[in-house]
């Protein structure tokens, strides 16, 4: 009798197991989303570290993602690995299961959304105007899908813009950590009078035009104020700035600082740094399309920038200029 019946005992086991692979999946999907936004104004080193970051086996470093429903998807751009993005297999899983069950134009009007909601100042997500719980559903059904489909729980997305990131401290279900990336505006202002023909496989998706000093220092001080204030909206313990200066001289200590952050252990080795190779990021710098990259510092705006020119841009930004340890002179120390 007793030999009976260890055969069902055994026939349950599966069944538990299965019951307990459901009930994580189900725990998963109830868990809030890990999420490094990383914010700052363009040309400062964003993508740079997010590529760094994905080389922790937790961390997907995925890019811009707000550009995935804007232009990247429609568009069918290149992923960071060398594929369309429509043929990269982790993108093409993660753009499936996100928009299952979704009607038909689902991402046309995710994508509208996203203009009345990720701006700086967005009406609709301040005042929680009608579309902002579909739009928050669906933001977190895509970082979910993301971290499911990649296997790992950590997500970085370098949208850059922090009205973007705004949205997403306002949405449940987001467990959200903001990296302030800075680099001496002085560098940016040069980088950008610097123009860039269309070069799809290269990652420059259209013509990059040069952009005036002016406009340039305006929108510096503009973007790393609001930085500042994302900062304060989620708190000193979930937030960091970070120099460019600072991750060019020292990538393995400033990654360091933070995967720490989030709550996990350093990955890159003590010593022998090798080049990093970026993997799925979407948008984001030209250089993500490169097989693998050194990280060096670029500071050729100190000796090819116009005295003038320097002159300008640090009477207009000397406030955030110094208060980012920059010096306002020449040959000053830091």
């Keep these: 009798m007793t030999d009976a019946i260890l055969p069902l005992r055994d026939a349950e086991t599966p069944l538990k197991a299965e019951r307990t692979v459901e009930a994580a999946a189900r725990a998963a999907e109830q868990a809030a989303v890990k999420l490094i936004y990383v914010a700052g104004y363009g040309r400062s080193g964003t993508t740079l570290i997010d590529i760094a970051l994905g080389e ?6 995925a890019g811009e993602v707000t550009t995935l429903a804007r232009h990247v998807w429609d568009k069918d751009e290149y992923c960071a690995c060398g594929a369309r993005v ?3 297999p982790e993108w093409k899983a993660i753009v499936t299961r996100w928009t299952q069950g979704e009607p038909e134009g689902f991402l046309a009007g995710y994508r509208r959304t996203q ?5 700086l100042v967005a009406p ?8 902002w719980r579909d739009h928050r559903r669906r933001t977190v059904k895509l970082l979910r899908g993301m971290a499911m489909v990649s296997g790992r729980p950590i997500l970085v997305d370098s949208s850059k813009l922090p009205g973007r990131a705004f949205a997403l401290a306002a949405m449940p279900g987001i467990d959200l950590h903001v990296v302030h990336v800075v680099r001496d505006g002085r560098g940016v202002a040069w980088s950008l009078m610097k123009g860039h023909t269309q070069s799809v496989e290269k990652g420059v998706q259209r013509e990059l035009r040069p952009k005036p000093l002016l406009y340039t220092a305006l929108r510096w001080s503009m973007v790393n104020l609001a930085a500042e204030w994302l900062c304060r909206r989620v708190g000193p ?3 960091i700035r970070v120099r460019y200066e600072d991750f060019v001289d020292d990538p393995r200590g400033v990654i360091g600082r933070i995967v720490a952050l989030v709550g996990e252990t350093p990955h890159l080795p003590a010593a022998g740094l090798a080049p990093f ?9 030209r250089h993500r399309m490169q097989k693998s990259l050194t990280i060096r510092g670029d500071d050729k705006w100190k ?3 116009p005295g003038w020119k320097q002159r300008l841009f640090t009477l207009l930004c000397a406030p955030l200029l110094r208060r980012y340890g920059y010096p306002l002179r020449s040959g000053d120390a830091a």
């Design 237 to 239: 313990g979930r937030s």
């Design 124 to 131: 609709g997500r301040l005042f929680r105007l009608p579309g």
């Design 303 to 305: 000796r090819e920038m």
């Design 86 to 88: 429509r043929d990269c």
């Design 115 to 119: 203009e009345r909601i990720e701006g």
């Design 56 to 61: 922790h086996p937790a961390i997907m470093g």
């Design 277 to 285: 190779e970026p993997q799925h990021q979407v948008a984001g710098s």
